[in-house]
């Protein structure tokens, strides 16, 4: 069983930074894409930020310059770092591992963490 267990978030004011941590563990050989997505109330989930196994990096327009994303491979761990923050930033943050395999030649499926919240306050 693979699990993604997030930790970072919390209660914030506008301008300040949070960063979030997110460890996968269980059986795992490889992870192709981990990012972040987040979901405010009566909105859909969106990408904020996405890292490839090789360091490519992806954001969301309205994250970029504010938001960084790094990746240990070697703990199968992603972070992101969340700095001027603003209200419209709030929402609950979910890790995703993408392409993930337990094995070298396995299938690969997709997991999801349980969230954690952030809130930016004015």
């Known amino acids: 069983q693979v699990q993604l267990v997030e930790s970072g978030g919390g209660l914030v004011q506008v301008g300040g930074s949070l960063r979030l941590s997110c460890a996968a563990s269980?059986?795992?050989?490889?992870?192709?894409?981990m990012g972040w997505y987040r979901q405010a109330p009566g909105k859909q989930r969106e990408l904020v930020a996405g890292?490839?196994?090789?360091?490519?990096?992806n954001f969301a327009d309205s994250v970029k310059g504010r938001f960084t994303i790094s990746r240990d491979n070697a703990k199968n761990t992603v972070y992101l770092q969340m700095n001027s923050l603003k209200p419209e930033d709030t929402a609950v943050y979910y890790c995703?591992?993408?392409?993930?395999?337990?094995?070298?030649?396995?299938?690969?499926?997709?997991?999801w963490g349980q969230g954690t919240q952030v809130t930016v306050s004015s």
């Open positions: 995703n591992a993408d392409g993930l395999r337990a094995t070298m030649y396995g299938m690969e499926y997709d997991y």
């Open positions: 269980g059986s795992i050989f490889s992870i192709n894409v």
């Open positions: 890292i490839t196994s090789g360091g490519k990096t």
